[in-house]
């Protein structure tokens, strides 16, 4: 009985690698955005990003499938009717996850308190990002960018927070 019972853990434990990769944590964590009415999008996004009053938080993935977060200064710029967020990285994990890949991130504001204040404690965006590499795109970037970083990446998707 106890080697039939120290089977069936064996044979358990070698299951958990093969359900962890149908997780999809990046795209999976919260499926529905409950939390819309505090969402930023648009100028209102670009212009709270850029009074550098919120919490920024850049999720990415390592090369062994673990998750992995960095926190940077970044800005966002606004080119044709596209945003574009500029990031001031330092050289460590999170950056190279990013330059090689997809990454997400996450934007918290401070919401004002008072009457007819939102109902929750912050508002903010996720947002989906894509290296820019169009060496003319980076350049236009550049001229309007306030940072000297000429790391940039398009925001591809803005969902709210939650």
């Not at 069936?8 to 434990?13: D, E, F, N, P, Q």
């Not at 950056?95 to 308190?113: D, F, Q, R, W």
Request: glycine fraction near 8%.
């Amino acid at each position: 009985m106890k080697k039939l019972l120290a089977l069936i853990m064996a044979l358990c434990l070698l299951a958990l690698p093969v359900i962890a990769e149908e997780t999809d944590a990046l795209t999976s964590a919260s499926v529905a955005d409950f939390y819309g009415a505090s969402g930023l999008t648009g100028d209102d996004l670009m212009n709270s990003i850029n009074a550098y009053n919120g919490f920024y938080a850049i999720a990415s993935v390592n090369a062994d499938g673990t998750p992995n977060i960095g926190f940077y200064i970044y800005s966002c710029v606004k080119l044709d009717d596209q945003y574009y967020l500029q990031l001031g990285l330092a050289p460590n994990q999170t950056t190279a996850n990013i330059e090689n890949g997809s990454a997400l991130m996450a934007m918290y504001a401070p919401v004002p308190a008072g009457e007819g204040a939102m109902p929750y404690a912050t508002a903010g965006a996720r947002m989906n990002l894509e290296k820019v590499t169009d060496e003319a795109i980076i350049a236009a970037l550049k001229e309007i960018a306030p940072q000297q970083s000429e790391m940039f990446y398009r925001i591809v998707l803005v969902r709210p927070l939650g």
